[in-house]
């Protein structure tokens, strides 16, 4: 892995607002969209092949990401996960996992 997988937590104030999230993103050089999995969704151990970010909207999503460890994203929080980082993930709760996918 060439870099390693870290999180930003929220700590601006009110919730996040996807345009400014998606604008950031972009501004910064990824491709971004936006993307919901429903309560209960799961995606199995799996790897990307470019580095990405993934900016909760709203919802939690857990990851669980090999080498690195087990991680709640909640709304406003933001990951940084290069290219080939083994990880799956989970939805949490009853409501929707709303998010920006960034890759690059």
Do not use: C
């Not at 999180?7 to 501004?27: F, N, V, Y």
């Not at 990951?79 to 993930?89: I, N, Y």
Request: glycine share 12%; net charge negative.
């Amino acid at each position: 892995m060439p870099s390693h997988y870290r999180i930003e937590r929220w700590k601006g104030s009110g919730g996040p607002e996807p345009a400014t999230l998606s604008s950031i993103l972009a501004s910064e050089g990824y491709s971004v969209f936006q993307w919901t999995d429903a309560p209960g969704a799961v995606y199995d151990v799996h790897s990307h092949n470019n580095d990405q970010s993934h900016w909760i909207i709203s919802g939690t999503l857990e990851l669980n990401v090999e080498s690195a460890g087990k991680f709640l994203l909640a709304a406003g929080d933001r990951d940084f996960m290069p290219a080939g980082t083994d990880h799956s993930t989970e939805v949490i709760g009853d409501e929707p996992v709303v998010y920006l996918i960034g890759g690059k």
